[in-house]
C-alpha cells in the first residue's frame, strides 16, 4: 500500500522557518509528480506547491511564491518543503500528495503535518 | 474567496440524490482541464473520490458519480447514506494562475 509520512512540523515565530519532509514508500517515488498541500484550521484545502519528476519543474502558490520551496531526493525517496519567512495564516496542516503528472489529480495523501506560525 | 465557487453546505435525507456543484471559469474548467473531488472526514486526510471528471477509483461506490459541462463540474450522490457525511472538495488547474486551485468545500449534512 502506498504510503506517505510527513513530518517536521511544529511551533514557530513569524518571520522563522520549517523544513517539511514526507517519506514515501510502497511505490516508484521517482517516477511520479509530488504535491504540497495545506488545510488552515477550520478551513478548506489549498494548493501550495508541485514538483514534476526529476525536480527540475517547481510551481507555486502566489501566497507562498518567494518564502517556500519544495525539492525531492528521489535516491531516499523523500519530498522537501523549505518554508521561510512563515506568517501567522501559513499557520495549517500541511499534506504531501502524489500525483502521475503535472496538474493530475492527487491519489495518495498523507496524513499531515501541523505547522502553527505564533509568537 | 476561491477561484472554483462550490456551495458552503448541502443537505439530504438517507436514500436521496444530492448534487454538489462546482463553478469554474474559462482559464480553468471551461478551458478544458479536468475536474477531480475529494472527500475528507473530520481529522482525516482527503481521499480521492472521482477522477477525470467522471472517473472512479478503485474502491469508491458507483453511487458517486462526477459531470462536467461548459465552465462548472458537478458531483452527484445517490441512495444517500449517513457515512457519506463528510467535507466535498472539487480541483482542476487555471492556466492564469499557472497552478491548481481548489473550490472552497461543500460540507453534506445527512439528515
Known amino acids: 500500500e502506498v504510503q506517505l509520512l510527513e513530518s517536521g512540523g511544529g511551533l514557530v515565530q513569524p518571520g522563522g522557518s520549517l523544513r517539511l519532509s514526507c517519506a514515501a514508500s510502497e511505490f516508484t517515488f521517482g517516477i511520479y509528480a509530488m504535491n504540497w498541500v495545506r488545510q488552515a484550521p477550520g478551513k478548506g484545502l489549498e494548493w501550495v506547491s508541485s514538483i514534476g519528476v526529476g525536480g527540475g519543474r517547481t510551481y507555486y502558490a502566489d501566497s507562498v511564491k518567494g518564502r517556500f520551496t519544495i525539492s525531492r531526493d528521489d535516491s531516499i525517496n523523500t519530498l522537501y518543503l523549505q518554508m521561510n519567512s512563515l506568517r501567522g495564516e501559513d499557520t495549517a496542516i500541511y499534506y504531501c500528495a502524489r500525483s502521475s503528472g503535472l496538474w493530475w489529480h492527487l491519489d495518495y495523501w498523507g496524513q499531515g503535518t501541523l505547522a502553527t506560525v505564533s509568537s | 474567496q476561491s477561484v472554483l465557487t462550490q456551495p458552503p453546505s448541502v443537505s439530504g435525507a438517507p436514500g436521496q440524490r444530492v448534487i454538489i456543484s462546482c463553478t469554474g471559469s474559462?482559464?480553468?474548467?471551461?478551458?478544458?482541464?479536468?475536474v477531480h473531488w475529494y472527500q475528507q472526514f473530520p481529522g482525516t486526510a482527503p481521499k480521492l473520490l472521482i477522477y477525470?471528471?467522471?472517473n472512479r477509483p478503485s474502491g469508491v461506490p458507483d453511487r458517486f458519480s462526477g459531470s462536467k459541462s461548459g465552465t462548472s463540474a458537478s458531483l452527484a450522490i445517490t441512495g444517500l447514506q449517513a457515512e457519506d457525511e463528510a467535507d466535498y472538495y472539487c480541483q482542476s488547474y487555471d492556466s492564469s494562475l499557472s497552478g491548481s486551485v481548489f473550490g472552497g468545500g461543500t460540507k453534506l449534512t445527512v439528515l
Open positions: 474559462s482559464s480553468n474548467i471551461g478551458a478544458g482541464y479536468d
Open positions: 477525470g471528471n467522471t
